[in-house]
């Protein structure tokens, strides 16, 4: 280490403050240690030890060095310094330590996100020293002028401000225009006064498109990435690259939203409702509210965006800490895409039942038409073959006879087989248990299914596919037809020329509240693919019931249906209106539970109800090492005002340390904000 690290070394303070990482909720605190004279130069704080604790060696980090112990007894002493890198900066730990507050988790269910594993060689080999650098020059606008709010934000971002934005991205954008080269600018905007910027996006695609845009607009070597797709030395120097001070721009997935980077000046995250941005692990955070915590610790930029509004954000700009950056109503009219409904009109006259088919032939004339000069995404919003199959005669759905699950049908020629136990239907035989009917049809078409159909009906153009085992990144401009699941459409060179939209009544029907807002999300990420002002075709609506997705995507209105439905929201009492907490395990164990939490007087609880799990089974949460000790079989719901959220997660973390202080058997899980509940 260089001279600076050796004068800010705290030797002569024989206490050292340890976070130990052990996930029980009790032991939710700092321990004391006594420090070592050999280990006093290296046990700095951040810095990773080996301590003795409850009879084992665990890991921890020092997070302060004391001159007097707080402790009466006999302090043990540090085993080893692992590394004297400060690996926990004060500022990481700060947000660690707000993020396990805020989602009733521990401090060290976070640390092991937040700070990935060492790897000694990437120590040695990276130098200390920071490389010298020109100066980034500031940028022009460029894509946000097409923004009134636009220019004045990054003026204020130039400033040192910290402005928070919720951007609306326009649609039809590519190269200097797209998405990734309004953020790289919004990045050089706050480098060149010399501030860190983070942008954390939903996949490896999103990172590479914008790493490329930083490259062309920041140059080389100004920026690091940290995705899960690196290996362990390459994450590890990117990671140390910004902790060291080497770089001050990183971009990455979600667990990049920890990243150390010095003087942040720009936090920023693309697409809050894609489902990548939420934790799956304790304590299941979500990266806009690891962003918006370190925002409001350090004073730095805000910016979310995306084509779709998240009702997560909504709730923020209703408050006024996030300001709306958006184009005007004629920009909007030019940019977006023409969409149309199949089946609307006259195409029911015309076509009769070929209106509401599968590809239906007003998506078919369209893409005739679009495909002679250039490719044409088709969205299919299941994959696989025939994912779901149903009684010929009377369309009731096939489940297993072994455990109850959906049958599918995998490929063309093959036996039907369980989705949840993979009986085979063939060697059972099916007898429809409504009407007797041995006769099977498909419920759901899925993607690969749908590019042999295409193909049939465009021959002599190439199909290509892209979905769930092999996801493409770019098509170029030559004519050709891309099919594609959610989530997985590629970006075409130049846009493409048409987009159609299929079975959207799959995407309407999804078991989840936020139903709505995330088939509008999945539409408009396909659509803005589309080149500007051209055709979109939605087909397979269903028309028995208003839609509010579908007007909102023929008007291009995201904000006015999160809007809409955060309104509803508030008139019913549910989510993101009011905080949700979700605590399951078995029936007796949340009884017990509920006894023992002093919630707020204002909470009100909901159950316990039996969870639905594949085969009929009970699922098994982990409880210190012994995954089996346990049978999480029910659930219950917390539900308190947005205002009690302290109150709820202060309850909530008392419960879980009462829990496990006392050694219960059967384990209590605690999620807040979950977002796969309703």
């Not at 062309?216 to 590890?236: E, F, I, N």
């Amino acid at each position: 280490m260089g001279d600076d690290e050796t004068r800010q070394r705290p030797a002569g303070r024989p206490v050292a403050a340890v976070v130990v990482e052990t996930p029980l909720a009790h032991l939710d605190r700092v321990f004391e240690y006594a420090v070592p004279d050999e280990l006093d130069a290296h046990a700095v704080p951040g810095a990773r030890v080996r301590v003795r604790f409850s009879g084992r060696e665990l890991d921890g980090f020092v997070v302060e060095r004391r001159d007097e112990a707080q402790h009466d007894g006999r302090l043990t002493p540090l085993r080893r310094v692992v590394s004297p890198e400060p690996v926990l900066t004060p500022e990481v730990l700060a947000t660690c330590r707000a993020v396990a507050d805020r989602y009733a988790g521990t401090l060290s269910d976070v640390l092991r996100l937040a700070v990935p594993k060492r790897h000694a060689t990437a120590e040695r080999n990276l130098p200390m020293e920071c490389p010298v650098q020109d100066e980034v020059a500031a940028p022009d606008p460029g894509p946000w002028a097409a923004y009134p709010a636009g220019a004045a934000w990054l003026r204020r971002v130039a400033a040192g401000e910290g402005p928070a934005a919720a951007w609306t991205a326009l649609p039809g954008r590519t190269g200097e225009a797209d998405w990734p080269a309004a953020m790289a600018v919004a990045v050089a905007t706050a480098a060149a006064v010399g501030r860190g910027a983070l942008v954390v996006v939903p996949d490896h695609r999103d990172v590479d498109r914008l790493d490329a845009a930083l490259t062309s607009v920041l140059g080389k070597g100004r920026h690091v990435r940290l995705t899960s797709d690196q290996g362990p030395q390459a994450r590890y120097t990117a990671w140390l690259k910004a902790l060291r001070g080497h770089v001050r721009v990183v971009i990455g997935t979600r667990a990049a939203a920890f990243a150390p980077v010095h003087d942040l000046g720009l936090l920023a995250w693309w697409d809050d409702g894609d489902d990548l941005l939420a934790e799956p692990r304790a304590p299941y955070h979500h990266v806009g509210v690891v962003l918006g915590l370190r925002a409001a610790a350090t004073g730095a930029a805000l910016l979310t965006g995306g084509y779709a509004r998240s009702l997560r954000v909504q709730v923020v700009v209703e408050t006024g800490a996030l300001v709306p950056v958006e184009a005007d109503a004629a920009t909007v009219r030019v940019a977006a895409p023409r969409v149309t409904i199949a089946g609307e009109g006259v195409d029911e006259e015309r076509d009769g039942p070929a209106a509401r088919a599968h590809l239906p032939s007003r998506a078919w004339r369209v893409a005739k038409d679009a495909l002679v000069d250039g490719p044409v995404l088709v969205q299919v919003p299941r994959r696989g073959y025939l994912p779901s199959l149903s009684c010929a005669e009377c369309r009731t759905p096939v489940r297993c006879a072994r455990c109850q699950g959906p049958v599918a049908l995998g490929a063309a020629g093959t036996a039907p087989t369980c989705r949840w136990c993979g009986l085979a239907l063939a060697g059972h035989g099916f007898e429809c248990g409504h009407c007797g009917s041995h006769r099977l049809r498909s419920s759901i078409t899925g993607a690969r299914r749908t590019a042999e159909e295409i193909g049939r009906a465009f021959p002599g153009f190439p199909v290509l596919t892209s979905g769930s085992g092999e996801v493409l990144a770019t098509v170029g401009r030559q004519p050709s037809l891309v099919i594609a699941t959610p989530g997985a459409e590629p970006v075409a060179d130049g846009g493409y020329t048409a987009v159609l939209l299929l079975d959207a009544w799959a995407s309407l029907d999804l078991p989840v509240l936020d139903a709505p807002l995330e088939a509008l999300r999945r539409w408009m990420a396909a659509a803005a693919l589309a080149r500007e002002g051209r055709a979109v075709v939605l087909s397979g609506a269903p028309e028995a019931v208003a839609l509010p997705a579908v007007e909102a995507l023929v008007r291009w209105d995201p904000a006015w249906l999160a809007a809409r439905e955060l309104a509803e929201r508030r008139e019913l009492g549910l989510p993101p209106a009011v905080r949700v907490a979700q605590l399951t395990g078995g029936r007796r164990a949340l009884e017990e539970a509920l006894e023992q939490a002093d919630l707020p007087g204002t909470a009100q609880v909901l159950g316990p109800v039996r969870l639905a799990q594949p085969g009929g089974a009970p699922r098994r949460l982990p409880v210190d090492g012994e995954p089996e000790r346990s049978l999480a079989d029910h659930h219950v719901l917390v539900r308190a005002p947005a205002s009690e959220t302290e109150s709820l997660t202060r309850a909530l973390l008392a419960l879980k340390a009462f829990r496990s202080a006392r050694k219960e058997s059967e384990v209590v899980a605690v999620r807040v904000d979950p977002l796969d509940t309703f």
